[in-house]
């Protein structure tokens, strides 16, 4: 996928575009390198897999354009691409902003009925 809107690709391209990010690793994935970008050993930490299943996920991503992928030295860096979701883009964010929603809250009660100490 390039940068062109994601409905100026045809309906195959866009139902494989659907799949890739519904799969719930690639989901995570996505989520954790949405705006920031992470190592792939830092992804690989944040999920309950292996990191051999991280990578073979990140190609896919990859290989589908969603996903940049940065060298330094050994160490390969990884940071979605959201401006080639087109449509989905907002859909996504919405998704992950309600999902967060319920946990700021609990962490923001806890923290009213736990004030930090001085």
Known sequence: MSSQSYFSFSYNDRVETLALVAAPRRHEILRLIW???????????????GFSAVSQHL???RAAGLVEMRRDGRHHYYRAAPERF???RPVLEALWAEAFDPLEAAIAEEGRAHPAEP
């Open 35 to 49: 705006d920031r970008e992470r190592s792939a050993g830092e992804i690989a930490a944040a999920l309950p897999v």
């Open 59 to 61: 190609g896919a991503l």
């Open 86 to 88: 087109g449509a989905l």
